[in-house]
């Protein structure tokens, strides 16, 4: 066995599974993977966005790829910023998101990826830009999922002509099993490997798009400052497992429900153990200082056959509704989403850090890089990640038993809860409505609580079957075995 990947879709999948039958390590099939994603799940994950991506190699020390967007404005403001409202419909909540020109971040997907390859991977970066360079010429049918996805954001996507154009042939929403192709992205993913760098038509074309002069922030002064930084990770314990996760506040508030929830004991019963972790998932929201991380996202999972684990989150909001020009790039609105920008809109200063909750994660049992892992799902991810890690490390559930469990997520004087599973669902139900005044159940495994795409090694199985991946149902996941 070369390895088992775990994503959010097939294409994602399959690419990472190619570069590590040619030889790869985990990094290498994660980058393969997340550029494959900017064209299999188009709405998820972005060359205009960025993201984050957790590394243990066996013999190096594990480390944390930060490709999060800074804030531009070097440049100074526009005197008409492109800013507009658009509401979203989630079914049972509405909610509003900003977009535009003047709602894009810095983007630093593709320097991030790049770097991670070099410093990390073992193959040229020109092979592993080939999958996803591939696909965006060939084309993808469009999931299921992601025709949902394109639902919530259509008003977000169909208010620019080339932007709707890209993602739809007759100008309505994309249908199950449609073929998706981006020719232009496949040119750039192509010179993008050729060059080890983010193509200079991406950068022209960018500055003079989302600049200033057509309402946006972006200026080459920001495109030069922002730096992807390979950091330390945080550091968790629990018992004989150590987790290594994302050091900005995704991490934090993850360590913070960990802690809770391991902190005291099981409950014998579906409904107190639901108010258990109710009670830690709202620990971990009341540490949150102010910031949480809305908007779409995508995770990936690999673990190879040397012992090497990587794992990453990627994100672009849920896009600005605009492309750069002759590329099949939409941009992303991290400037437009209220919760990264809890003073206002446009008033961090140009280089700031925005805040972020995504907690690509990797755990290592003894010592040794067993166990990757992480979740899209807005500020869901916390819980989520958190109750996957608290059933494998603490209760030795299996990995299928412990992705696939009814999950709860809470915030102050509100929790979501997952009904599917649970023996008592009314006990439970109750049981929340003890503490909290709003309780939001879902009778279904549901998008709204993400997707643990996870990849564990049993280290005491045989060789032959040590590695197993799960892809979260809830976003329509897939393992692949190599």
Not at 14 to 38: I, K, P, Q, Y
Not at 342 to 360: E, R
Not at 412 to 431: S, Y
Request: aromatic residues 6%; proline residues 7%.
């Amino acid at each position: 066995m070369h390895g088992v990947v775990s994503a959010g879709n097939p294409y994602t999948a399959e690419a990472a599974a190619e570069v590590l039958r040619a030889g790869g390590n985990a990094v290498d099939a994660v980058v393969a993977a997340a550029l494959a994603s900017f064209v299999a799940e188009p709405l998820l994950a972005s060359a205009g966005g960025s993201g984050m991506m957790t590394i243990a190699l066996r013999g190096r020390e594990p480390a944390v790829v930060d490709f999060f967007s800074d804030t531009p404005g070097r440049g100074g403001l526009p005197e008409a910023p492109d800013f507009a409202a658009v509401e979203v419909d989630f079914g049972s909540a509405t909610q509003v998101f900003h977009v535009g020109r003047g709602s894009v971040a810095v983007p630093l997907a593709l320097p991030g990826l790049a770097l991670a390859a070099k410093r990390f991977g073992t193959l040229p970066l020109s092979d592993l830009v080939e999958p996803a360079a591939r696909i965006a010429r060939l084309g993808v049918p469009v999931a299921a999922e992601t025709c949902w996805v394109f639902e919530l954001l259509w008003p977000i996507v169909n208010r620019d002509p080339d932007t709707r154009a890209l993602y739809s042939s007759h100008g309505g929403l994309p249908q199950p099993g449609e073929l998706h192709v981006n020719p232009a992205l496949s040119a750039i993913l192509m010179d993008f490997g050729r060059l080890g760098k983010t193509p200079p038509l991406v950068t022209s074309q960018m500055l003079e798009a989302f600049g200033p002069q057509r309402g946006g922030l972006l200026s080459a002064a920001d495109v030069a400052e922002a730096k992807v930084e390979v950091l330390p990770p945080r550091r968790i314990r629990i018992g004989d497992w150590e987790v290594i996760t994302s050091p900005r506040v995704g991490g934090a508030l993850l360590g913070v429900i960990v802690e809770a929830l391991t902190a005291g004991t099981p409950e014998t019963s579906d409904a107190e153990e639901a108010l258990r972790i109710a009670r830690a998932s709202l620990t971990g929201h009341r540490a949150r200082e102010g910031f949480n991380q809305l908007g779409s996202t995508t995770h990936i999972s690999v673990v190879d056959a040397q012992g090497g684990a990587c794992s990453t989150t990627l994100t672009n909001g849920e896009g600005c509704g605009h492309l750069i020009p002759g590329t099949g790039i939409q941009m992303n609105n991290f400037l437009g989403e209220e919760d990264l920008n809890p003073q206002g809109f446009h008033v961090h200063p140009p280089g700031a850090h925005l805040p972020s909750m995504i907690a690509p994660t990797v755990a290592l049992y003894r010592g040794e890089p067993v166990f990757a892992l992480g979740s899209g799902g807005s500020n869901r991810i916390r819980s989520a990640v958190a109750e996957v890690l608290y059933r494998v490390a603490v209760l030795g559930s299996d990995l299928d038993t412990a992705v696939g469990a009814p999950r709860v997520h809470a915030e102050e004087g509100q929790v979501w809860v997952e009904l599917e599973g649970l023996e008592d669902p009314e006990a439970v139900v109750g049981a929340l409505k003890r503490e909290f005044e709003q309780v939001f159940a879902f009778e279904k495994r549901a998008f709204f609580f993400g997707g643990v795409h996870a990849v564990l090694r049993d280290m005491d199985a045989p060789a032959a079957s040590q590695l197993r991946g799960v892809g979260d149902i809830r976003r329509g996941g897939v393992a692949v075995e190599v």
